[in-house]
């Protein structure tokens, strides 16, 4: 039978590591899903460098274009929308989505965090880790609710702390982890909602 991805929109504001991770992911024929664009709040943000070489449309929505906040989100929600997402992906991605945007992708955003949530929510989680003296960290994968890194956990992968570590180092070897996890965990919400039959045995 011929595959039927799931159609991905990740949304990323910075370098797009964890975007290059999935873009490197759907090379591979039986992944089940695949990204179909790539939406940003920056226009200088790296992202949208690594996916229009992979031949991924790109848009620009960034906020000092808009007259409100209100604006920028319905924009973004209607770029997002234009291109059927089955799950939209927070790929480091620096803004708050509001109440508006996710009702109108319900069940359908995924974040990540660099941090075992509940634990060390927020923009600084490795620093935080270090500061508090944690021996494991890590990173999780949650569905995003209107709270600050407050939705329903996905997924956590644990990253022991090193006497060497500072944030940089620590952050580094969470990324790691944190791109693998992305990769597996859309690829296990995929199957569940059966959007491909390419590799049923997998």
């Given at each position: 039978m011929l595959a039927v991805r799931a159609r991905l929109i990740v949304l990323a504001s910075g370098a797009g590591t964890l975007l290059q991770a999935l873009l490197d992911a759907q090379t591979d024929p039986a992944y089940?899903?695949?990204?179909?664009?790539?939406l940003s709040d920056r226009p200088d943000a790296a992202a949208l460098g690594r996916a229009g070489r992979h031949g991924v449309?790109?848009?620009?929505?960034?906020?000092?274009?808009?007259a409100d906040r209100e604006a920028w989100d319905r924009e973004l929600g209607e770029k997002a929308a234009a291109h059927r997402p089955d799950l939209v992906v927070l790929a480091g991605f620096m803004k708050i989505l509001s109440r508006e945007f996710l009702?109108?992708?319900?069940?359908?955003?995924?974040?990540?965090?660099?941090?075992?949530?509940?634990?060390?929510?927020g923009a600084h989680a490795v620093r935080d880790a270090l500061n508090a003296g944690v021996s494991v960290t890590g990173a999780?994968?949650?569905?995003?609710?209107?709270?600050?890194d407050t939705g329903e956990v996905?997924?956590?992968?644990?990253?022991?702390l090193l006497a060497a570590d500072d944030e940089d180092s620590l952050h580094e070897r969470i990324k790691?982890?944190?791109?693998?996890?992305?990769?597996?965990?859309?690829?296990?919400?995929?199957?569940?909602?059966?959007?491909?039959?390419?590799n049923p045995g997998a």
């Open positions: 089940p899903a695949e990204v179909v664009a790539v449309p790109v848009d620009v929505v960034a906020l000092p274009d808009f009702h109108r992708f319900p069940g359908q955003v995924i974040n990540t965090h660099p941090g075992l949530l509940p634990a060390f929510p999780s994968v949650i569905w995003v609710d209107e709270g600050i996905i997924a956590h992968v644990e990253v022991s790691v982890v944190e791109r693998e996890m992305l990769v597996r965990v859309i690829a296990e919400l995929v199957g569940e909602q059966n959007y491909s039959t390419s």
